[in-house]
């Protein structure tokens, strides 16, 4: 038995390293909703896929409990496939190497999946407890929610009974969560025509690595640097100065990832590349300079490469320079009446080239639907007037705060009478499932917490171990506090 399956509460705790085994990262999760059909069929239980491949799975009350409301406890089966640039790792097919590091679980070199694996965890357990007392539960197993949350968008009306929904996908044990933000991705792709790579030029490798990236919405508000923006700001200077041109360019992963790690490929002319060189080491000390705080690990790397087969041409490229240099990015409001809380933000979050266009990709995120079309639809104004085919999709709308819910009231009267201190009650600056699961069951009083999550969507994810405990324990007090139908 591995030390994680030892740590209490047991059955959470295994089922989560079970998880680990399998890969399960978003849009490639067959095997993993297949663990989760197998998990309930072999406990008798009601079982079954919808045609999103939601997975749901019913159990009836405890005896005693059967007047009880209806619980659906929620959770989302995919992970988010970040991994170190020295890794080898195959997300498509190899097992997370999870580990205990001091009071937190991690992983070696990648994501841990504890978002939202633990949460999916702690369903599966309490559906496979025989100790504990609860009312009608119903557990619902989203698909895709991290490239965008396709499972709850595609959700029909019929296939849930429940009256309360208890989403486990939080991040900070002790808050109590009544609230997200909506999203919506702007996008943009500049088409180009590959030309020679002119004589007398030298060919480098330029790579910006080194920075914490993280959750594009919780960790937006800590000024982390991003990889495309200080990668291009230096690719656009060099192009005025030393007529710098790009070949291939690749920078961030997921529009919900802040960018750790970007790379081009650029030749200059020989007459310029001591000097270029010189600028490039003199730029590295301005951004390790302005992101010792946030990001004192960045680096970048400059190195001597082969001659690339073409280049793209010089009004594309300069067009994705600007794109990207004039990109908002981070906090761009902050909510008006809770202090320290962003309320709209926008991750610019990928840069890719093939040979034959660049593709430039965002998440905006706010509290209010009007001031998130507002900024996406700005970012779309300047993606086309610089003559890229701009669009704007996944769009996926907030969770409004309910103050006077019900299951609200009795989760911090519930957390009061047992930790002997009040839950904060927060709005959380990230999408979760609630908004849209809310819109098709409108009768779904509705709540989130979880366990103490760290860097989620960076391979610096972990999760506290003694939270996790908290969080099994809350949970269960929860389910026998739930009112009567």
């Known amino acids: 038995m591995s030390e994680i399956s030892e740590l209490k509460p047991t059955a959470l705790w295994k089922i989560f390293e079970d998880m680990c085994q399998v890969p399960r990262p978003s849009k490639n999760e067959d095997r993993i909703q297949a663990f989760a059909v197998n998990f309930g069929e072999k406990l008798g239980l009601e079982t079954f896929k919808d045609e999103i491949k939601n997975v749901i799975i019913k159990k009836p009350a405890t005896k005693g409990m059967e007047n009880l409301k209806t619980v659906v406890l929620q959770a989302h089966l995919d992970m988010v496939p970040q991994k170190n640039s020295s890794s080898q790792h195959d997300f498509n097919k190899d097992s997370i190497k999870a580990y205990i590091d001091g009071d937190w679980v991690t992983a070696k070199d990648?994501?841990?999946?504890?978002?939202?694996?633990?949460?999916?965890?702690?369903?599966?357990?309490?559906?496979?407890?025989?100790?504990?007392?609860?009312?009608?539960?119903?557990?619902?197993?989203?698909?895709?929610?991290?490239?965008?949350?396709?499972?709850?968008?595609?959700?029909?009306?019929?296939?849930?009974?429940?009256?309360?929904?208890?989403?486990?996908?939080?991040?900070?044990?002790?808050?109590?969560?009544?609230g997200c933000a909506g999203g919506i991705d702007t996008n943009g792709i500049f088409n180009y025509n590959k030309v020679e790579v002119p004589s007398n030029q030298s060919a480098y490798k330029i790579i910006v690595t080194g920075l914490k990236g993280g959750h594009s919405g919780l960790d937006i508000n800590y000024g982390r640097g991003n990889a495309n923006k200080i990668l291009v700001k230096l690719l656009k200077d060099s192009a005025e100065k030393f007529g710098l041109r790009l070949a291939v360019i690749e920078g961030g992963d997921l529009r919900n990832a802040i960018p750790r790690e970007a790379t081009?490929?650029?030749?200059?002319?020989?007459?310029?590349?001591?000097?270029?060189?010189?600028?490039?080491?003199?730029?590295?000390?301005?951004?390790?300079?302005?992101?010792?705080?946030?990001?004192?690990?960045?680096?970048?790397?400059?190195?001597?490469?082969?001659?690339?087969?073409?280049?793209?041409?010089?009004?594309?490229?300069?067009?994705?320079?600007?794109?990207?240099?004039?990109?908002?990015?981070?906090?761009?409001?902050?909510?008006?009446?809770?202090?320290?809380?962003?309320?709209?933000?926008?991750?610019?979050?990928?840069?890719?080239?093939?040979?034959?266009?660049?593709?430039?990709?965002?998440?905006?995120?706010?509290?209010?639907?009007?001031?998130?079309?507002?900024?996406?639809?700005?970012?779309?104004?300047?993606?086309?007037?610089?003559?890229?085919?701009?669009?704007?999709?996944?769009?996926?709308?907030?969770?409004?705060?309910?103050?006077?819910?019900?299951?609200?009231?009795?989760?911090?009267?519930?957390y009061e009478d047992n930790f002997g201190k009040t839950p904060a009650v927060k709005v959380i600056h990230a999408g979760l499932e609630c908004g849209i699961l809310g819109s098709v069951y409108t009768n779904w009083d509705m709540i989130s917490f979880g366990p103490t999550i760290r860097s989620p969507h960076s391979p610096d994810e972990k999760v506290n171990i003694e939270t996790v405990k908290k969080f099994w324990d809350y949970l269960l007090l929860t389910l026998i506090n739930i009112p009567r139908k």
């Not at 609860?134 to 557990?139: D, I, K, R, T």
């Not at 946030?294 to 041409?313: Q, V, W």
């Open 110 to 178: 990648t994501t841990l999946g504890a978002d939202n694996g633990i949460g999916a965890a702690a369903a599966l357990a309490v559906l496979q407890a025989t100790d504990i007392s609860h009312g009608p539960l119903e557990v619902l197993l989203t698909t895709d929610e991290e490239t965008g949350m396709t499972g709850a968008n595609e959700i029909k009306s019929g296939y849930l009974d429940a009256d309360i929904l208890i989403n486990l996908d939080s991040e900070d044990e002790g808050e109590l969560y009544i």
């Open 264 to 414: 081009a490929i650029i030749v200059v002319p020989e007459a310029n590349k001591e000097e270029f060189k010189k600028f490039a080491t003199e730029y590295e000390i301005e951004a390790k300079d302005e992101f010792k705080n946030a990001d004192s690990g960045l680096l970048i790397n400059i190195g001597t490469t082969k001659t690339p087969a073409f280049l793209i041409e010089e009004e594309i490229q300069n067009k994705v320079f600007e794109a990207v240099d004039k990109f908002p990015n981070g906090p761009i409001a902050m909510d008006k009446k809770i202090p320290g809380v962003v309320e709209t933000s926008t991750n610019m979050a990928v840069v890719k080239s093939n040979d034959k266009f660049v593709e430039i990709c965002s998440l905006q995120r706010s509290a209010s639907d009007d001031d998130k079309m507002k900024l996406s639809d700005s970012i779309l104004k300047m993606l086309s007037d610089l003559g890229a085919k701009a669009e704007q999709t996944g769009y996926y709308p907030g969770w409004k705060p309910n103050v006077d819910s019900p299951i609200l009231t009795t989760m911090k009267k519930v």
